[in-house]
């Protein structure tokens, strides 16, 4: 049906270009790390380099027109309870290259800005579809099939997403990724680092619930190099 590119990758508004580390803000983010300052230290580190949200990317409107498209690409795709890789619970995805011309301005913003004019993006748009009671365990993406940048953008529902370390579960970072925000994770936070979106039960951020409804990314990632 479509190419599987992107599950072996799980496997193992208009801002400017020169904005872009402006947008690095720590106030969506939450640090743990067992009261080891150096550890403390290291992960504020890797997410102020490595981490990018920017509120607001798009309108409802634009969401609105982004979700017409896709609920025509999910037509008659069931969710999935039982990934191959267990790396995702509650779930539907596809591939997807063709897009309205409002649509595709939007993915050329977020080209410009996350790929700092890269040419080196993988062209088809990867949409995932998790359901309110989906999650998104701990994992990498292959680094044999995606590069160090991967932009998410973040419809229908806020979430929160935790960066982890393996072997050392005391240290992991949450961020809270409100509905219409793009976010952005780089080099060592992609490659070192795991990355889940928590399942509504879990779904916390500095002791408020942060309710996690159906939620629907669009992810952009690069080739690797
Ligand atoms: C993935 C993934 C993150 C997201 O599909 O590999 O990590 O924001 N998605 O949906
Ligand atoms: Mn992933």
Request: hydrophobic share 35%; aromatic share 12%; proline share 2%.
């Amino acid at each position: 049906m479509f190419s599987t590119a992107f599950k072996l990758c799980r496997k193992s508004n208009n801002q400017t270009v020169g904005l872009i580390r402006r947008y690095s803000s720590l106030s969506n983010v939450s640090i743990f790390n067992n009261e080891n300052a150096e550890r403390g230290d290291y992960l504020k580190n890797v997410v102020e380099q490595d981490f990018t949200l920017i509120e607001n990317f798009i309108t409802e409107k634009e969401e609105d027109d982004l979700m017409k498209e896709i609920e025509k690409a999910f037509r008659r795709t069931r969710y999935q309870y039982d990934h191959w890789d267990g790396a995702i619970h509650g779930f539907r995805e596809t591939e997807k290259s063709n897009w309205n011309t409002e649509n595709m301005k939007i993915f050329e913003n977020i080209k410009n800005i996350a790929f700092d004019m890269d040419n080196d993006i993988i062209p088809t748009t990867h949409v995932l579809d998790l359901a309110e009671d989906g999650l998104i365990k701990p994992h990498v993406d292959s680094i044999k099939f995606c590069g160090n940048k991967i932009a998410g953008l973040n419809l229908l529902s806020d979430a929160i997403m935790r960066y982890g370390i393996e072997k050392e579960p005391e240290s992991y970072i949450d961020v809270y990724l409100p509905r219409f925000s793009l976010y952005i994770m780089r080099d060592a936070l992609r490659f070192d680092f795991t990355h889940e979106v928590l399942a509504n039960k879990d779904s916390y951020f500095q002791g408020k619930h942060i309710q996690k409804n159906r939620r629907v990314s669009i992810l952009h990632r690069n080739e690797p190099s």
